[in-house]
Nanobody, 115 residues
């Protein structure tokens, strides 16, 4: 069983930065995929960024060049550095892990970008 706990959400002005953190407890392996999704009101949940310990990463086109995913395997923690933020980045952000065929989700953290 894996539990994911996020932190770091909040309110930021357009052009500003935030960093999200997600720490996994339980059996997470360094080879497992971890990442971030988001869901804005009225929209479906969408992938923001995912990564593996080997350095393979994927980003949504809307965040490329602005967001950076990184990982500290020793701490079972994944980070999302969000720079040059836009109002359209406003959403609930969810940490995600895929381990041994099972998807796990955090409880979500609100990110609001004011114009």
């Amino acid at each position: 069983q894996v539990q994911l706990v996020e932190s770091g959400g909040g309110l930021v002005q357009a052009g500003g930065s935030l960093r999200l953190s997600c720490t996994a407890s339980g059996s997470i392996f360094s080879r497992d995929v971890m990442g971030w999704y988001r869901q804005a009101p009225g929209n479906q949940r969408e992938m923001v960024a995912t990564g593996t310990s080997g350095g393979s990463t994927r980003y949504a086109d809307s965040v490329k060049g602005r967001f950076t995913i990184s990982r500290d395997n020793a701490k079972n923690t994944v980070y999302l550095q969000m720079d040059k933020m836009k109002p359209e980045d406003t959403a609930v952000y969810y940490c995600y892990a895929f381990s041994r065929g099972i998807s796990y989700w955090g409880q979500g953290t609100q990110v609001t970008v004011s114009s």
